[in-house]
């Protein structure tokens, strides 16, 4: 499966925490994070991750654009909490694309453990025949060209 990866400043420390808790199920899949996010967790745990651009210079947005093609079949995003009077767009356009997509997406750690230990569990296999760069699509795909 595709899982993509975003922490905030404030919770970097939390999303290192939890991958390396998890590391043994986030290891049979496919990772992306923006990139200082990716660094941090890859640090902590080993982990392959494909870097993307940093949060800032337009990584959430290229998650979000994964989001939009339905490519992504998992979204952890520990996100600031802090209240604030601006309405941030792109984290406005994510959360809309996994709605659109059924795409189940983690805001906090306690929904993020329910979601990856579904995903140990088989549990978010239907995603498989969605996400068009999965494994049984590529497949698929290759035997009716």
């Not at 200082?36 to 967790?41: L, R, S, V």
């Amino acid at each position: 499966m595709e899982i993509a990866l975003i922490a905030h400043d404030l919770k970097k420390e939390l999303m290192a925490q939890f991958c390396i808790a998890y590391c043994g199920i986030l290891s049979k899949h496919n990772l992306c994070a923006t990139a200082i996010t990716a660094k941090y967790i890859s640090d902590a745990t080993g982990l392959k991750i494909e870097p993307l651009l940093s949060g800032k210079q337009g990584g959430e947005q290229q998650i979000v654009s994964r989001l939009a093609y339905n490519e992504i079949d998992l979204l952890i995003y520990f996100r600031d909490t802090r209240p604030s009077s601006e309405i941030d767009m792109v984290e406005h356009e994510m959360l809309r694309m996994c709605d659109v997509y059924n795409i189940p997406v983690a805001t906090n750690l306690a929904t993020a453990e329910v979601l990856v230990c579904a995903l140990e569990r088989g549990d978010l296999s239907w995603r498989e025949y969605l996400n068009p760069r999965s494994e049984y699509n590529r497949k698929k795909n290759k035997k009716n060209p």
